[in-house]
């Protein structure tokens, strides 16, 4: 079912704060489009460790199998496939601003991009490539979580663990991490000195 070589792809965004359905949705619109008789290709960043590299894993263990690649060179040489309809790249945070003109190859290429990540960072601020990635889609799909204070839409994520060294959008190990790291937080209950600071 690929696209006519002479049509441009489609860019979808998944986005929002941590615990808000991100990979879930990811995966759901993967199995959608295979159901539909799609070649999709989902890529994960190896940088994420929480669960078995070769799988896209949500924070509730729901699992769709990916290629793990550890750059944007090691993502465009896995999505050199002939046949490949769509990919899906799961935490694109990870990747930084490099990605955009990777996805604009791969868009004009007429593969259908999905690009699923936070586009907010622990501290508030825009965690790039997401920001950029929104202005340029043809779907964006803005999730939020709860609030662990009051149940309310949580738009912010806040780190409680020791917080790493450097900025928010300094992308290692030390800051991935699941409900042991991080809580989300509606707008009235962020940065309220509940994370612990380093």
Request: proline fraction near 5%.
């Amino acid at each position: 079912m690929h696209a006519p070589a002479d049509s441009c792809g489609r860019l979808e965004v998944i986005t929002g704060p941590m615990f808000s359905g991100k990979s879930e949705e990811l995966m759901r619109r993967v199995r959608r489009a295979r159901i539909a008789g799609v070649e999709a290709l989902v890529i994960s960043h190896s940088l994420d460790t929480r669960a078995e590299l070769s799988a896209v894993t949500s924070h509730i263990g729901v699992t769709v199998p990916a290629v793990p690649v550890g750059d944007v060179a090691s993502l465009a040489e896995a999505a050199r496939a002939d046949d490949v309809d769509l990919i899906a790249i799961d935490e694109a945070q990870f990747f930084g601003p490099d990605l955009v003109p990777a996805v604009e190859k791969l868009l004009s290429r007429g593969i259908d991009v999905i690009v699923e990540g936070l586009c907010v960072t622990f501290d508030g601020g825009p965690f790039e490539p997401l920001p950029t990635f929104m202005a340029l889609a043809e779907d964006v799909t803005k999730l939020t979580a709860v609030c662990t204070v009051c149940g309310r839409d949580a738009v912010f994520h806040e780190r409680i663990a020791a917080a790493p060294a450097g900025s928010a959008t300094d992308i290692d190990a030390s800051h991935i991490g699941g409900l042991d790291s991080y809580v989300a937080r509606c707008r009235e209950h962020f940065g309220h000195g509940t994370a612990t600071e380093s």
